[in-house]
T-cell receptor, first 115, second 111 residues
């Protein structure tokens, strides 16, 4: 597609439920990133995929969070047993390579509200 | 680890005023530096970047110079417009190829 696509754009869920957030990166982009944007907290790195390499999961806040990337394209971020502190905007980005000066393109984000 | 510190907002200016948003960083090695902008209701987009010391990134009238001696990458614009109202994020990319962001600075420009 023309840009990074994320779905759903908004998600309201009850505390304790599992949620799945989807990211469709730009076609041909080998690097994919997930970030979390909380009010007043900037952007928090969650996980990074690059090609067929093992993902960098160092930013995942707990074992309730996991992500996968199928076929080097679409990625799904799963949050199990959601908590109120998980409420945030979850942003996905992709870039053509993993070279440090390559521009990352962001999706519009999924706004998750846990009630 | 890597970190980015930028001035807190909101920054409120009148149209045609001069803008400076300060950004300093901590990183090992030689990171690349970026400014991203998030307009209301839109996703983040790259505004400008600099990949080595003394480089100046520029776009849409905005400029920032990579100052290694002061570990800074301040964003400037000589004459802001109402349409520049947005949240601006300073970021760096270091050895792990991930972007580390500051907390963002909201800019509000009034006519």
């Amino acid at each position: 597609g023309a840009g990074v696509s994320q779905s759903p754009s908004n998600k309201v869920t009850e505390k304790g439920k599992d949620v799945e957030l989807r990211c469709d990166p730009i076609s041909g982009h080998t690097a994919l990133y997930w970030y979390r944007q909380s009010l007043g907290q900037g952007l928090e790195f969650l996980i990074y995929f690059q090609g067929n390499s093992a993902p960098d999961k160092s930013g995942l806040p707990s074992d309730r969070f996991s992500a996968e990337r199928t076929g080097g394209s679409v990625s799904t971020l799963t949050i199990q047993r959601t908590q109120q502190e998980d409420s945030a905007v979850y942003l996905c980005a992709s870039s053509l390579t993993d070279r440090i000066y390559t521009e990352a393109f962001f999706g519009q984000g999924t706004r998750l509200t846990v009630v | 680890g890597n970190s980015v510190t930028q001035m807190e907002g909101p920054v409120t200016l009148s149209e045609e005023a001069f803008l400076t948003i300060n950004c300093t960083y901590t990183a090992t090695g030689y990171p690349s530096l970026f400014w991203y902008v998030q307009y209301p209701g839109e996703g983040l987009q790259l505004l400008l970047k600099a990949t080595k010391a003394d480089d100046k990134g520029s776009n849409k009238g905005f400029e920032a110079t990579y100052r290694k001696e002061t570990t800074s990458f301040h964003l400037e614009k000589g004459s802001v417009q109402v349409s520049d109202s947005a949240v601006y994020f300073c970021a760096l990319s270091g050895g792990y190829s991930t972007l580390t962001f500051g907390k963002g600075t909201m800019l509000l420009v009034s006519p």
